[in-house]
C-alpha cells in the first residue's frame, strides 16, 4: 500500500476534481489482475455501494470493483418459502476504483461516494499485486460458503462427510457439489447413490 501526497495529483477530498480521464471502451468492464496498476479506495455511503458502481459505469464508463460475498435467503413466493442466493458487499462502505481513474470528473458526483481513503493529507494507493491478494481471498470466502451453502459449514468437494439424521444417521457419503439451491450434492455409494441433501443434515467425518 502507498500513500501518495494529494497535491501530487491537484485534487482536493471532498469535491469533485475538474480533469476528466478517458472512460474505458463500449462493454469493456474488466477489474482482473494485470488489468490496472493501481488502484484507490472511494468512500461510499453505507447501502450505496451497488448504486455508485453502476452509476459510474452508465454515466461515464469508469470502472471499479465491488467484493461481493453470496448468501442465502429465504424467500416466500406463490405461498411456498424458497431459498434464493444474493450478492452483497464484503467491505460495506468501500468500492475500488483504478488509480488512473482518480481525476475523472464523476467519481466524487456519483450518488453515495464522499471521499477518497487517505493517510493524513496522502492519498492511499494500492498496487495491484496486493489486489490480486485480496480478490484471492474474496474467491476462497465464495468457495467456502458455495461447498457449505451456510457460513460455518463449509463443505468441499472431495471432502467426507456423515449423516446425522435418524434413518441415515452415520452412513458416510463423499461430496460433490452444491446445487442452485445452496443444498449439498453427496455420493453415498450402493442403493442410497447420488442424492441431494440440505447442510444441516451432515457434518464432517473425522
Known amino acids: 500500500m502507498l500513500a501518495i501526497n494529494d497535491e501530487d495529483h491537484r485534487a482536493v477530498v471532498g469535491r ?4 476528466s480521464s478517458p472512460p474505458c471502451d463500449e462493454g469493456q468492464w474488466s477489474t482482473d489482475g494485470g488489468a490496472f496498476r493501481a488502484w484507490v479506495v472511494a468512500l461510499v455511503e453505507p447501502q450505496s455501494e451497488e448504486r455508485a ?3 459510474l459505469w452508465h454515466q461515464g464508463r469508469v470502472p471499479t470493483w465491488l467484493p461481493m460475498m453470496r448468501q442465502w435467503r429465504t ?6 418459502r424458497q431459498r434464493i442466493t ?3 458487499p ?11 481513474y482518480f481525476e475523472h470528473a464523476l467519481v466524487l458526483r456519483s450518488p453515495g461516494i464522499h471521499s477518497f481513503m487517505m493517510l493524513g493529507r496522502r492519498l492511499v494507493m494500492i498496487s495491484d499485486p496486493e489486489m490480486d491478494r485480496l480478490r484471492s481471498a474474496v474467491a476462497e470466502i465464495n468457495e467456502h460458503r458455495a461447498m457449505g451453502g451456510r457460513a460455518g459449514r463449509p463443505y468441499k468437494i472431495g471432502e467426507a462427510v456423515r ?26 455409494g450402493g442403493l442410497m447413490g447420488r442424492i441431494v441433501v440440505a447442510d444441516d443434515q451432515i ?3 473425522a
Open 163 to 188: 449423516f446425522i439424521v435418524d434413518v441415515w444417521a452415520g452412513v458416510v457419503a463423499t461430496v460433490e457439489g452444491v446445487d442452485a439451491h445452496g443444498r449439498v450434492v453427496v455420493d453415498a
Open 86 to 88: 444474493v450478492d452483497v
Open 203 to 205: 457434518e464432517p467425518n
Open 53 to 55: 458502481r453502476a452509476w
Open 75 to 80: 424467500h416466500r413466493g406463490g405461498g411456498a
Open 16 to 19: 469533485a476534481p475538474m480533469r
Open 90 to 100: 464484503i467491505l460495506r462502505g468501500y468500492l475500488f476504483v483504478p488509480a488512473t
